[in-house]
């Protein structure tokens, strides 16, 4: 573990994938961009701008505790370095830049969220039920528990988190409520080990896992962050330009394959005998399927345990016959 509670999942992977977008014009990175979209404690960032002594990065996160750690990290690159704050959806309308040349995601909630109690991410800590990225957003988890209906309840459950008791579950939460509303992680959890059967509890993992992600992707919008994220991205990548998209669980993973998918393939009509000028796919596929941690990465960093890196370049523009002529 780090000093910064974060081990950079998949670091030299990432390097080898984006470097190659990242030097096309100097080999140092010199005039090259890239977009960290999920900063946290900015591990990734550093061994970029370490690897590449020319290069500028722009890092987003919307937790300013996160912020503040990276800052200090990578305050010894100077203003190679630019932090916002912002959802990984919220930066790419207004940029400064009007390309970028790469673009990296290490999805979901960091080891550093985790390790805070106060958070309410875990449910290993008893804790507020929070479960905010950004503290200053609205909705919390105990919000989501303590006033959504019967019906919703089970819709984040089964749609969030994949479980298969979702209907029992909330059912649960909203006869225990009426006692008296659910304030702590550790009141959830106890919830959670009475309405899921035992046999479950003996051969399902933690009977608290998928409620907590659940929780965690309504209280952030993550799934719709994400879907609007990766487009937009995709569009700000320069001709030769690479993005690569660490997800670690199959929701998220199935929204990147999905958009993946759509920009490697050609939009022209089925049937056609030719492939229409203009239709053809924009980006080619560098990742065979979703790539994964090897035994001894897992060894080193169990969070890269669940890891699917995902990786596409962007086909370069093609020139306008008889433009450059001279």
């Known amino acids: 573990m780090s000093e910064y509670g974060h081990v950079p999942v998949l670091i030299d992977r990432c390097v080898e994938l984006l470097a190659p977008a990242l030097t096309r014009r100097y080999a140092d990175g010199t005039g090259a961009v890239l977009v960290d979209a999920t900063l946290g404690a900015g591990g990734h960032s550093e061994r970029f701008l370490t690897e590449f002594p020319g290069l500028r990065v722009v890092g987003l996160d919307r937790d300013p505790n996160a912020l503040a750690i990276a800052t200090a990290r990578l305050a010894p690159f100077g203003d190679r370095m630019t932090f916002v704050r912002t959802r990984y959806d919220g930066y790419w309308a207004d940029r400064a830049e009007t390309t970028v040349d790469a673009v990296l995601f290490d999805l979901g909630v960091s080891s550093m969220q985790l390790d805070r109690a106060d958070?309410?991410?875990s449910y290993a800590q008893d804790a507020p039920l929070d479960?905010?990225?950004?503290?200053?957003?609205?909705?919390?988890?105990?919000e989501i528990l303590n006033t959504y209906d019967e019906k919703a309840l089970a819709r984040v459950l089964r749609e969030y988190g994949e479980e298969k008791f979702a209907g029992r579950i909330a059912g649960r939460i909203v006869r225990r409520r009426e006692?008296?509303?659910?304030?702590?992680?550790?009141?959830?959890?106890e919830l959670l080990y009475e309405a899921i059967p035992a046999a479950t509890r003996r051969t399902g993992g933690h009977p608290a896992k998928r409620t907590f992600q659940a929780l965690r992707v309504a209280v952030n919008a993550e799934l719709d962050s994400l879907g609007a994220a990766i487009p937009a991205a995709l569009d700000a990548l320069a001709g030769g330009g690479r993005i690569a998209v660490m997800a670690y669980q199959s929701l998220e993973d199935r929204i990147v394959k999905r958009l993946f998918a759509a920009a490697t393939t050609s939009r022209t009509p089925p049937g056609l005998p030719v492939e229409l000028p203009g239709y053809e796919a924009e980006f080619v596929a560098l990742t065979r399927g979703?790539?994964?941690a090897d035994a001894a990465e897992i060894e080193r960093n169990p969070r890269s345990a669940s890891v699917r890196l995902r990786a596409l370049e962007k086909k370069p523009e093609k020139k306008v016959a008889g433009k450059d002529d001279s």
């Open 131 to 142: 479960m905010r990225m950004d503290p200053d957003s609205a909705l919390t988890a105990a």
């Open 179 to 189: 006692r008296a509303p659910l304030r702590t992680t550790g009141e959830l959890v």
């Open 119 to 121: 958070r309410g991410f």
């Open 290 to 292: 979703a790539e994964q």
